[in-house]
Each structure stands twice: as structure tokens, then as C-alpha cells.
């Protein structure tokens, strides 16, 4: 058993991050554009009883919603969010797969027209998700494929 005490600083208002499976922290902010978004914390390998090892973001005095949030389910299904304002939990999320995904996914055919015209923003489409792996097809070509991180643009 680990007896260390890990400090992890509240915020006033803002959105937590939570379970997110480690070390995905960062991949995360990227995908998000959270960047540049204010003040942002971030904890990484965290023991969890949900998750082995988990991360959470913290970031202050912004709201996501929950179209941004859901996008974290293609890494980390059993990720949530917690909306704070005052320095309390005004709302309880699970993320959720989103059916389509706009523009974050490069297509692995190299001759998909997302491959050949810079100005096609790509499109895809989430065909089966579990827990262990995503499923996504992209809607110009119809090429099925496995979702992996290094997918994204």
C-alpha cells in the first residue's frame, strides 16, 4: 500500500477532468485547444481504484461543454467531468462517444480525398466503441479502421 498523500489544489470555478487513464493528460489539452485557455493543472500517474493509474486537468474559470468533452472518450472511456463554480460540484458528467468526428482524424488511405485536398476537412464516423478499442469509418472513403492516437491531425 502506498501511503503518500498527493495534494491536489481545488479550484473556485471551472472543469475538472477526472480518471482520465495515464499519461494521456496531455494528449487531452492538445486535442482540446486548451493551451492557451487560462490557468490549467494537471496531475499524471495518480493511483486510482477505477483505473490503474489516472490523470486529471483542472481548468480555471472555463466551462467546457459537452460536446468538447465527449471527444475524450476515443482515449479514455472512463474518464468525467465536473463542473465547479464556487468551489462546488454544480454538475456530475460521463462523457459519451460522439457519433461523428469533425476534423481531429487523419484517414489512413492515402488516397482519400482528406489525403489529397488540403482544404477537405476530414469526417468520420464512429461504426462500434467499447471500452478496448473504437471502430471509425471515414465518410469520404468508407476505409474502416481502428482508432489510434496517432491518428490525430
Known sequence: MNDR???????????????IVSPLALKIIDVLKLGKQGIISIGINFDSSKIEKK???KV???YLEKSQTDIIALFSPSASINIIKDSK???KRQIEMPEVI???LKCPNPK???NNYPDC???FLV???DESSTMVRCHFCERETQFVPEMII
Open 102 to 104: 469533425d476534423g481531429l
Open 89 to 91: 460540484v454544480i454538475e
Open 5 to 19: 498523500a498527493y495534494k491536489v489544489f481545488k479550484i473556485k470555478n471551472g472543469t475538472v477532468i477526472d480518471h
Open 127 to 129: 461504426d462500434r466503441f
Open 112 to 114: 482519400c480525398v482528406t
Open 121 to 123: 476537412e476530414t469526417k
Open 55 to 57: 490523470d486529471i486537468i
Open 60 to 62: 480555471e474559470n472555463i
